[in-house]
């Protein structure tokens, strides 16, 4: 397909652009995704693949719903991208946990999930606290410091390369034009719709949609929203492919469809910066091996990091632009928890009569005022 | 050479660590040594020599005439290396380098962090991937294997053997198998027809190099004794019962097949980036050889300061050379860190620089006539591209055609080519490569693999024993 | 399928390969005795099952993974065979669990 006019025009081809953009396709319209190139920053080819809830939401009880409700439609979400496409992403819902190596961990962790749904407005949802004795009847193996977990039965996992080839795969199959080496530098009005200049030359789209992650920043202004996102780093170790031993996902450890064993969730403030650091990797393999003794003995094949998109507050940012109407901007760190509810209802919105008031609490306007501190 | 039994007995830093002890890491290990610097050696071999002089001090064929003078030549210089005053950790990896000249070496299973002032990566060459069907299949290996099971075992394969491809190092092991007796039952020769015509300008400088006579002798010698099938441009191997049956395609459009019981595949040998790649050294495509090599200047210095290639791992010049860039390098390291003047280093380079002149004559020839043929180096549809995880060329070419793939990056995240334990060693050209005729570019235009430690395994339990700051466990042990 | 020069014999180790006796020769890699032994498959892949042999011999292509001493996929021509040692052919995916 020849580059022209699109009904819209997605801006970012990670996970959260072409969730957005296969949700608009299924719906009829003519879509471009616009992505950077094959060295470009991709939160989506780093992430941790858990389709999470248990500890979402505290600070904004609407995005724990939000999340809540992404994972609740999940399954019917995988069944159709496997049926348009043929490629299963392996989603299970079996449970999650979150293990604690001290009861200080514990406690904290108690302290945390209860003030989270101590929340005005809290959509509540079942979690419980597991001990030593019932964590050993479903982990065996496990290492002697454990003390006791959380656990939501609404987590589960899914293998998120799988998910994020299906998405392409069906955005492509339903007639959407994917358009690497696009990235893009002005918006301008062009009116109605818009003029986008990118690196690929000229683009004219009725709607766009900004999810060009940590690129949001700099493309939001551009149409009058605020989206001050950051790079946070996250770094991930994979071992080599083991046969099935961990049943349930485990908030910083899980098991892939394909065997390998895949530790993470560590968190830092260093800006654009994806160099591994041998010393979290060092923290991070040890309280695996802490948690799993047996996983000492595997082989690691990779580490990667990679960069969240994160806001002030860590929640998304959904928004539309007051100035230039037709402009949407979405930005999340949990683009495979979400991608269910992108592909959905946030593209049903984006193709229909815009964001309601019930997404009001995800606009980037709630960054306007400095926060208290 | 002292050699240390386990990483425990590694000092914490030294001036110089050297990886590789091939030619160009023992050569420059004993330049740097020589200027009164610490130098530590990491090999992943039992004793010195890397694949080109493999178990040079402890072979047990010892008829010279079977393994050839060019092996011989490895000898004095492996002497040389046991008498200096060197560390070396034998039988380990170096998983890990990065900006700051951090190792991770790991050996008897155990890691260990080493510093180092400066780094000499002398990690060589591996024999360029040879995508074609069948060649996952047990009883095909590469020349270059048979060649190391040879020197170092005394082995040579029995049976119908066949010998596909190209290069110097295919008639060489043909030869050498010749004088153990064992001569080859086919030889397919897949060099490109066309090959001859853009070498001949190189050709009289061929003439004057010290490959020509030899070489030209020695295939000779195979000619009259093996069977050889010219301008092979098409092979598949398929499993016929416990053996193979290796079907080819002439330029002219013939075809024919042969039984094997061993098969012996070789396109030449292209560098070794994976650890220069991910210290962050800065890679090039170098389109006569058809392969990615870090950049580096006259020193071997890389994009990395303090961290030096020496040695065929940039850029392919053979084994003499090699040796010569290791001196280079070691000189240029001990100038860096001061304990020689620029002014000795270049005058004990003057005669190093003109050895090297002389073993880059006949290159451009070698280059030329043995360059593979572009649809030797990607992955038919019915070939697997990235055999650690299972992906054939028509799954990288589906992606291309479907999904719009333009680089390896994204076609490692939709496909995993290149996410196996062997890092890409064995994908990543062919991945490019495959790309670069499917979207109708170079290669240069789709670049390679992002490359990260760990370049080698090591277990999580050794990952975890590594020290780490109060910073790094905070980024980890949140509220 | 490969057979040692009479120069090359040298004093015999023993080992055992999926429990069985074995014997490679002193400065062997466990990738060059088992080859020597006559056995070219050394495991199966993880990913399809496919049976895979040594391929490279120097440490680069992963494909002569075997157990050795209990350790699973170990790079059989990277490890000296040494007396004594446990070889088993390595079936998939590895065990990981206790």
Known sequence: MTPAGFDVAVIGGGLVGTAIGYGLVRRGLRVAILDEDDTAYRASRGNFALVWVQSKGLGMPRYAGWTQHSADIWASFAADLHARTGIDVAYSRPGGFTLALSEAELERRRAMLARLHAQPGMIPYPYEFVDRTRLEQVFPGLGPEVVGASYCPLDGHVNSLRLFRALHTGFAALGGCYLPGHKVETISGHSPGFSLATAGGPITADRIVLAAGIGNAQLGPMVGINAPVRPQRGQVIVTEKAAPFLTHPIVTLRQTDEGGIMIGDSLEEVGADTHTGLGVLATMAERAVRMFPALGRLNVVRTWAALRVMTPDGFPIYDQSVAAPGAFLCTCHSGVTLAAVHADELAAMIAGNGLPDTLAPFSGRRFDVPAAA | MRTLPDVAALAPAYDVAVVGAGPAGMAAAIAAAAHGLSVLVADEAPAPGGQIYRAVTTTRVRRRSLLGADYWRGAPLAAAFAAAPVDTLPEASVWHLDDACVLGVSAQGASRLVTARHVILATGALERPFPVRGWTEPGVMTVGAAQILLKSSGLVATGRVVLAGTGPLLWLLASQYLASGAPPALILDTTPRANWRLAAPHLPAFLCSPYALKGLRLMARVRRRVPVISDVTGLGIDRDGAAQLVTYRHGDGRSGAAAADIVLLHQGVVPNVNLAGAAGCALEWNDTQACWQPQTDAWGMTSVAHIALAGDGAGILGAEAAAVRGKLAGLAAACALGAITPQTRDRLAARPRAALRRCGRGRAFLDALYRPAGSMRVAPPDAIACRCEEVTGADIRAAVRDLHVTGPNQMKAFLRCGMGPCQGRMCALTVAETIAEARGVSPAEVGTMRLRSPVKPLTLGELASLPRSEADTKAVLRG | ?98
């Open chain 3, 1 to 98: 399928m490969f057979r040692r020069l009479p120069e090359a014999d040298g004093p015999a180790v023993s080992f055992t390969l999926n429990g069985r006796p074995a014997t490679g020769v002193d400065g062997d890699s466990v990738a060059a005795a088992l080859l020597a032994m006559g056995e070219r498959v050394c495991r199966t892949t993880a990913v399809s099952g496919a049976a895979r042999g040594p391929f490279c011999l120097m440490g680069v292509c992963f494909e002569c993974l075997v157990t050795i001493d209990r350790i699973g996929n170990r790079q059989a021509c990277l490890v000296r065979l040494r007396a004594g040692m446990q070889v088993e052919t390595g079936k998939g995916k590895r065990e990981a669990g206790p």
